[in-house]
C-alpha cells in the first residue's frame, strides 16, 4: 500500500488498463479509493479513449510524454506490470527504480522482467530484506537517467 | 523532478508474468501465491491489493 500513497501517478499499457478499470470502479475500500482516485497514464496506441476516473491516454512519442510527466510531479511514477511498456522505458533510460520481490522459484515460461536488447548500468543497490518464506526484496537505483 | 518507479513480483528466472493466477502459463499460473503472506502484505516493498489484481488475469 505504501507504494501507492507515496505515488503521484500510475503508470500502465492498454491490456492492465483494461483490467483495471473493468473492476476497480465498483469496489470500495482504501486500496479501490487509491487505485480509483489516483492519475493514471494509459500507454496505448489503439485506445481512443480511456473512462475510468481520472485516467489519461498517452499516445504519440511515449518517451518524450514520459519525460514531460516525470518532470511535472514531485514524488513517484509507478508502474503497473506491462513488460512491454518497462522495456520500452528501460531502452530510453527512463527507470529510476526497481523494486523487486524476488520468489524462490523457476517457472521456465513466460514475460520476463527484462527482454532482450533491455540495459540497466551501474545499478544502485539501496535495500535488502529477506522474508520468512524465501522471499528477497529488493530495490535497484539507476545512476543513469535520461535528462 | 519525480522518478519512475517499476514494482514486480519476479521469479528467479527473470519471470513476471501471472505471479497471482490465472491460466496464462497453465500450472505455473499462480507462482507468488504460496508466498503471499501478512508478511509480504504488510510490507512497503508490495502493491498492496496486487495479488488479488494478479488474480484477476494481470
Known amino acids: 500500500m505504501a507504494d501507492l500513497r507515496e505515488s503521484d501517478a500510475l503508470l500502465m499499457g492498454r491490456v492492465t488498463y483494461g483490467l483495471h478499470a473493468a473492476a476497480w470502479p465498483s469496489e470500495t475500500g482504501e486500496f479501490a479509493d487509491l487505485m480509483n482516485g489516483l492519475?493514471?497514464?494509459?500507454?496505448?496506441?489503439?485506445?481512443?479513449n480511456v473512462e475510468w476516473n481520472n485516467s489519461w491516454l498517452i499516445n504519440g512519442n511515449i518517451p518524450e510524454e514520459i519525460k514531460k510527466l516525470r518532470q511535472e510531479v514531485p514524488r513517484t511514477i509507478l508502474i503497473d506490470g506491462g513488460s512491454d511498456l518497462v522495456n520500452l522505458l528501460l531502452r530510453h533510460d527512463l527507470i529510476d527504480e526497481c523494486r523487486l520481490l524476488v520468489h524462490p522459484v523457476?517457472?521456465?515460461q513466460?514475460?520476463?522482467?527484462?527482454?532482450?536488447?533491455?540495459?540497466?548500468?551501474?545499478?544502485?543497490l539501496v535495500e535488502a530484506k529477506l522474508f520468512s518464506t524465501g522471499v528477497v526484496a529488493l530495490i535497484y537505483q539507476s545512476n543513469k537517467i535520461a535528462e | 523532478m519525480g522518478k519512475v518507479v517499476v514494482s514486480e513480483f519476479i521469479t528467479l528466472d527473470g519471470v513476471i508474468e501471472a505471479p497471482g493466477g490465472g491460466d496464462s502459463l497453465g500450472e505455473a499460473s499462480g507462482w507468488s501465491m504460496p508466498y503471499f503472506n501478512d508478511e509480504?502484505?504488510?510490507s512497503k516493498w508490495l502493491?498492496?491489493?496486487?495479488?488479488?489484481?494478479?488474480?484477476?488475469?494481470a
Do not use: D
Open chain 1, 106 to 108: 523457476v517457472v521456465g
Open chain 1, 39 to 48: 492519475p493514471k497514464y494509459v500507454v496505448s496506441s489503439t485506445l481512443e
Open chain 1, 110 to 124: 513466460g514475460k520476463r522482467l527484462f527482454q532482450e536488447g533491455s540495459q540497466m548500468e551501474r545499478l544502485k
Open chain 2, 47 to 57: 502493491i498492496c491489493g496486487k495479488a488479488t489484481l494478479c488474480s484477476w488475469g
Open chain 2, 40 to 42: 509480504t502484505q504488510s
